[in-house]
């Protein structure tokens, strides 16, 4: 059985730092995500990253405050956040796809974690 559990969310200061990690489990994935929804708006794409190749993607809005990575080892995706903004504030959730293709789209990703809540005070 598939799972993606998502942790290190919290409540931070505009101009502070979290990392979000997402430990998966079951089998391995092509590309693993993040995207973020805020109250009253669509799901959004953050980043992703290829598992074999690292190759990575960013929304322009969070490319460099926001570095994607991974522990190949430890089955465990992370995104470091720094320089946050208030406009960063969403639950942020973890997704993995076993394609490769367009992975800015949701509907590409076939798991999901069930979010964690990142919360930025200005």
């Known amino acids: 059985q598939v799972q993606l559990v998502e942790s290190g969310g919290g409540l931070v200061q505009a101009g502070g730092s979290l990392r979000l990690s997402c430990a998966a489990s079951?089998?391995?994935?092509?590309?693993m995500g993040w995207f973020r929804q805020a109250p009253g708006k669509e799901r959004e794409f953050v980043a992703a990253?290829?598992?074999?190749?690292?190759?990575?993607y960013y929304t322009d809005s969070v490319k460099g405050r926001f570095t994607i990575s991974r522990d190949n080892a430890k089955k465990t995706l992370y995104l470091q956040m720094t320089n946050l903004k208030p406009e960063d504030t969403a639950v942020y959730y973890c997704?993995?796809?076993?394609?490769?293709?367009?992975?800015?789209?949701?509907?590409?990703?076939?798991?999901w974690g069930q979010g964690t809540q990142v919360t930025v005070s200005s």
């Open positions: 997704a993995a796809s076993t394609g490769i293709n367009n992975v800015k789209s949701p509907s590409r990703y076939n798991y």
């Open positions: 079951g089998r391995t994935f092509s590309t």
């Open positions: 990253i290829t598992w074999i190749g690292g190759t990575t």
